[in-house]
Each structure stands twice: as structure tokens, then as C-alpha cells.
T-cell receptor
Framework: DAKTTQPTSMDCAEGRAANLPCNHSTISGNEYVYWYRQIHSQGPQYIIHGLKNNETNEMASLIITEDRKSSTLILPHATLRDTAVYYCIVRGFGNEKLTFGTGTRLTIIP | GAVVSQHPSRVICKSGTSVKIECRSLDFQATTMFWYRQFPKQSLMLMATSNEGSKATYEQGVEKDKFLINHASLTLSTLTVTSAHPEDSSFYIC?????????????FGPGTRLTVL
């Protein structure tokens, strides 16, 4: 699976949109981009995934660049409960393993 | 939908004893479940992949005789830490793969914190 690069940490003001970037320049054509988050002392929570097209659900939006070498997770109106470590993971189709990197520690500031 | 539970949430045991952790998919069937371990201030590390009705596949460096995995049904996988030692103290997390659309998505349990005295 392709390697991902994320900033170590980010801050975002409460009520603002949080934009979390992820680079995956070696992604292959059949690999998906997955986002999870882990709030302290809990199991990871699935947020969203995509292949080529932008995706949106009740939690977030995922914007994937046309060349698929990077993506951005957008939390439209961040709340204090969104403080967590966010993991961007590239996973091949048919390969069920998830390889967790160090992620981005997002802190929402009141 | 897509709820995964783990039991117990916390366990403290004496060195040399065995501990069993259960992972259940509550509202879907999971042919494949995964077991991860997370040490303080570190990321999740995959220990093994558990397939219903067959032997688990262990990652390199994980002792299969120490971490016994049983996936006897489509909703239950168990991890037994045998002869636990203090260095096995960790946060153990399971996930279950739910099929949907063109790819599976893994949903995680809340984790089990194991402390070995």
C-alpha cells in the first residue's frame, strides 16, 4: 500500500472548517483513500473514504486531487469533540489491511 | 449501523495468567476481523487477521502461540493472551470488515486496556 504523509499537528478554531491535508504521491489506480480518527483512549472511528471522486457524508467531506496524489479531509464546522488524531490511509482494493501512520493531531480551540 | 463491541473494556491480571478478549460485530456479519495493539503514544499496529472458519494470519514478529485467535462465527472473534507478562500490557483493539459497494470498510471496537502486574 502507498505511504501517506500528514502534518504532525494542527489547530483549528471552534466553529471553523478544519482542513486536514494528506499526501499520497505513490498511490496506485486501484487504491482507496480512507480517513479514520481516534479520540483519546478509544478505538478508531471511520470517517469517510474515496477512490477518485470527492465524497461527502454526515461527518466530513473528502476532496481528492485530479492526479490522486493528495487529498484533504474537511470538517465543515469543527467542535471541541472533533479533537482527535486523524489518520489518512491508502488501501488497495481486495487488500483488507489498514496500515496506520502517525496521523495528524487536530486540536479544536474554543 | 456498523457497531463493533469489545469485552472487557479493562482487565488487570497477574503475570502468568491468560486473558481472553471478545470482539463482536453487533449489526453486521464479518467474514474478516482484525486485531491491533497500541502502546502509549504510538500508533496502532496490526497483530493478526482473523477469518471465520480458518486459521488466523499473524503479522511478522507476533507469536501465534502466545496470542491465540479464534473466529468461530461471523459475529465473534476472540483474542487470548496466554501467559501474560507486564510487557503485554497494552491497548488491544479489534475491527470487523463490513462489505459494501466496491470495497470493505473496517469498523473498530472501543478497545480493551490490558494491565499485567
Amino acid at each position: 500500500d502507498a505511504k501517506t504523509t500528514q502534518p504532525t499537528s494542527m489547530d483549528c478554531a471552534e466553529g471553523r472548517a478544519a482542513n486536514l491535508p494528506c499526501n499520497h504521491s505513490t498511490i496506485s489506480g486501484n487504491e482507496y483513500v480512507y480517513w479514520y480518527r481516534q479520540i483519546h483512549s478509544q478505538g478508531p472511528q471511520y470517517i469517510i473514504h474515496g477512490l477518485k471522486n470527492n465524497e461527502t457524508n454526515e461527518m466530513a467531506s473528502l476532496i481528492i486531487t485530479e492526479d490522486r496524489k493528495s487529498s484533504t479531509l474537511i470538517l465543515p464546522h469543527a467542535t471541541l469533540r472533533d479533537t482527535a488524531v486523524y489518520y489518512c490511509i491508502v488501501r488497495g482494493f481486495g487488500n483488507e489491511k489498514l496500515t496506520f501512520g502517525t496521523g495528524t493531531r487536530l486540536t479544536i480551540i474554543p | 449501523g456498523a457497531v463493533v463491541s469489545q469485552h472487557p473494556s479493562r482487565v488487570i491480571c497477574k503475570s502468568g495468567t491468560s486473558v481472553k478478549i471478545e470482539c463482536r460485530s453487533l449489526d453486521f456479519q464479518a467474514t474478516t476481523m482484525f486485531w491491533y495493539r497500541q502502546f502509549p503514544k504510538q500508533s496502532l499496529m496490526l497483530m493478526a487477521t482473523s477469518n471465520e472458519g480458518s486459521k488466523a494470519t499473524y503479522e511478522q514478529g507476533v507469536e501465534k502461540d502466545k496470542f491465540l485467535i479464534n473466529h468461530a462465527s461471523l459475529t465473534l472473534s476472540t483474542l487470548t493472551v496466554t501467559s501474560a507478562h507486564p510487557e503485554d500490557s497494552s491497548f488491544y483493539i479489534c475491527s470487523a470488515a463490513r462489505s459494501g459497494g466496491s470495497t470493505d470498510t473496517q469498523y473498530f471496537g472501543p478497545g480493551t486496556r490490558l494491565t499485567v502486574l
